[in-house]
């Protein structure tokens, strides 16, 4: 079994940053990709960026490419989310989760393994 645990969150004005987490217990995810998604209140969840389980690929929906970098240390069995220049339409739920290969997606039904989420809120 896989616990997936995000941190990181909070509240931050436009322009801003912030670094997300996502800390694995129980089985590695080294040989999974993982991937980061979000929802705003009365929106779908939608993909943010993922990264394979080599830590080789990586691939970013539109509105966050060259903004938001996403990266894995194996060591610490963790998945980051490094975001900058945050704008408000960031504001959202943060979830991760570990894909079921190597390769991740950007469809929810690729994911195995949810987090609980963490609350982002940009300020204008």
């Known amino acids: 079994q896989v616990a997936l645990v995000e941190s990181g969150g909070g509240l931050v004005q436009a322009g801003g940053s912030l670094r997300l987490s996502c800390a694995a217990s129980?089985?590695?995810?080294?040989?999974?990709?993982m991937g980061w998604f979000r929802q705003a209140p009365g929106k779908e969840r939608e993909f943010v960026a993922t990264?394979?389980?080599?830590?080789?690929?990586?691939y970013y929906t539109d509105s966050v490419k060259g903004r938001f970098t996403i990266s894995r240390d194996y060591a610490k069995n963790t998945v980051y989310l490094q975001m900058n220049s945050l704008k408000p339409g960031d504001t959202a739920i943060y979830y991760c989760?570990?894909?079921?290969?190597?390769?991740?997606?950007?469809?929810?039904?690729?994911?195995?393994?949810w987090g609980q989420g963490t609350q982002v809120t940009v300020s204008s």
């Open positions: 989760a570990r894909g079921a290969t190597t390769w991740g997606t950007t469809t929810t039904s690729s994911y195995a393994y």
């Open positions: 990264i394979s389980g080599s830590g080789v690929g990586t």
């Open positions: 129980g089985r590695t995810l080294s040989t999974y990709a």
